[in-house]
């Protein structure tokens, strides 16, 4: 192994490890956006959210949780091929930025973020299933800039 190797060897681990852990979570998610019981959890608090509220009406808590998980899907597969096709990556890493500002934004608008009769940070369940988003959106931001500078690269 020459030292140029070596040198590159990790960061291209890395890379690939990071693209693993968010394509699997996204994937995951996406696929339980499917099922009732998940519709209903995140009913609970998409459903008085302005960018979700107006789809239950329209088509109920399953078809809005339909929606949600084919988003959370397309942006798992499209930053699954990220790591051949950096414009997939791009747009990939750009909706799960997205998909995770937004469920950040509910740290303001949930209930049930602090822990009754303390202060913050004393996160309640629905604040530490919120607060992991924080680790997820900067493996997006990461991925989309690695995807954009191999785009600048290929021109």
Do not use: H, N
Request: hydrophobic fraction near 55%; aromatic fraction near 10%.
């Amino acid at each position: 192994m020459t030292d140029i190797a070596i040198s590159r060897s990790p960061s291209l681990d890395g890379r690939a490890a990071l693209r693993l852990g968010i394509v699997l979570i996204l994937l995951v998610f996406g696929y339980m956006k499917f099922l009732p019981y998940e519709a209903e959890g995140v009913a609970g608090i998409a459903r008085d959210y302005w960018l979700f509220g107006w789809m239950y009406p329209l088509i109920g808590v399953a078809g809005a949780s339909i929606v949600i998980g084919v988003l959370e899907l397309t942006a798992g597969v499209l930053i699954a091929l990220g790591g051949r096709i950096p414009l997939a990556g791009l747009v990939g890493g750009l909706m799960g930025v997205a998909t995770f500002l937004v469920t950040l934004s509910f740290f303001f608008t949930a209930p049930g973020i602090v822990q009754e009769g303390y202060a913050f940070p004393a996160l309640a369940s629905t604040g530490q299933f919120l607060a992991k988003d924080i680790g997820l959106l900067a493996i997006c931001v990461y991925l989309t800039l690695d995807a954009r500078a191999r785009l600048m690269r290929t021109r």
